[in-house]
């Protein structure tokens, strides 16, 4: 004969949202954990993040499309912390970035075809962006000229998805954007990739939540960008007009569609922080609830 047992509890997990403010150019997804892993003392919050383009037209003539330089991920914790152990972080591709290397050296090379003179400022730049040491600078642009691209790769520690700290990542290089991209723009899928370019099908988790109340806890997870890393180009054909005439439309027009996407956010009912823009928000919740059991 079954019993009835009352009052165990078990832990319960629910989702909400993400909400998008350009859904094509930037998509956010929180994942409920897996069977065996809802723990109310330790639960990994599992999310993908992936970016693109997003086009957007208003008649008359005025459009854009919308990428992104650099954006993101913070996590707002309520009524809990994060473990010290396990935040995600992923360095660039290393056969991606040694295409991008080449193309800086071929790039860099004197018109004459020489590769021991013609190295550019920029390249200067860019092993100064990638964390080359000043003091070590004319030996890593030697190396490149010389081909040894592996050795040059073994003085950079480039993350494309960097842990920033204060419950926030970075994606994208703050002055490179993403060097597997000619246009240094964010493309492709960056925390938790899509299912079809992993080995296995198990997500890695952005990190680990810990309870400081035994009642409930949650986490709001917020995908952002920074005004200034929002790469804004117009639609349409090029006009027939003078150069000055062309870059005040353009300016203008950057403006408005900014302001379209702070529109959005009001809308939605969120409040970006100073100079960002609220691209996607989703939220976890963390809790009990009684459940009857027959044994």
């Known amino acids: 004969m079954k019993r009835l047992s009352k009052g165990k509890k078990i832990v319960?997990?629910?989702?909400?949202?993400?909400?998008?403010?350009?859904?094509?150019?930037?998509?956010?997804?929180?994942?409920?954990?897996?069977?065996?892993?809802?723990?109310?003392?330790?639960?990994?919050?599992?999310?993908?993040?992936?970016?693109?383009?997003?086009?957007?037209?208003?008649?008359?003539?005025?459009?854009?499309?919308?990428?992104?330089?650099?954006?993101?991920?913070?996590?707002?914790?309520?009524?809990?912390?994060?473990?010290?152990?396990?935040?995600?972080?992923?360095?660039?591709?290393?056969?991606?970035?040694?295409?991008?290397?080449?193309?800086?050296?071929?790039?860099?090379?004197?018109?004459?075809?020489?590769?021991?003179?013609?190295?550019?400022?920029?390249?200067?730049?860019v092993l100064s962006a990638l964390g080359v040491e000043a003091s070590v600078m004319a030996e890593a642009e030697a190396q490149l000229?010389?081909?040894?691209?592996?050795?040059?790769?073994?003085?950079?520690?480039?993350?494309?998805?960097?842990?920033?700290?204060?419950?926030?990542?970075?994606?994208?290089?703050?002055?490179l954007g993403d060097p597997n991209e000619l246009d240094g723009t964010l493309k492709g899928g960056y925390i938790s990739q899509p299912k079809d370019a992993q080995s296995t099908p198990e997500l890695s988790p952005l990190c680990v939540l810990l309870p400081l109340s035994q009642v409930g806890y949650a986490a709001t997870v917020e995908l952002r960008a920074r005004k200034n890393d929002c790469v804004y180009k117009p639609l349409g054909p090029e006009r027939n007009e003078e150069r000055w005439e062309r870059k005040n439309r353009s300016q203008i027009e950057h403006v408005l569609a900014l302001k379209m996407l702070e529109e959005q956010n009001r809308r939605d009912g969120f409040q970006a922080p100073e100079g960002e823009i609220i691209l996607s928000r989703g939220r976890i919740n963390v809790g009990w609830e009684d459940h009857d059991e027959r044994d």
């Open 12 to 125: 319960r997990v629910t989702r909400t949202g993400p909400t998008c403010a350009a859904r094509y150019a930037a998509d956010l997804e929180l994942f409920l954990p897996r069977q065996g892993q809802q723990k109310y003392d330790q639960l990994p919050l599992e999310i993908e993040v992936s970016l693109g383009e997003h086009q957007f037209s208003e008649g008359d003539g005025f459009g854009f499309s919308l990428r992104f330089r650099q954006v993101i991920v913070e996590v707002i914790m309520n009524d809990c912390e994060m473990s010290r152990e396990g935040r995600y972080e992923r360095k660039v591709d290393k056969e991606a970035f040694h295409h991008y290397l080449k193309r800086i050296k071929d790039k860099s090379t004197s018109k004459r075809g020489s590769v021991s003179t013609g190295i550019s400022a920029r390249l200067s730049q």
């Open 145 to 175: 000229r010389a081909g040894d691209i592996e050795t040059l790769e073994s003085r950079i520690d480039f993350k494309i998805v960097r842990w920033a700290g204060a419950g926030r990542w970075h994606i994208g290089h703050e002055v």
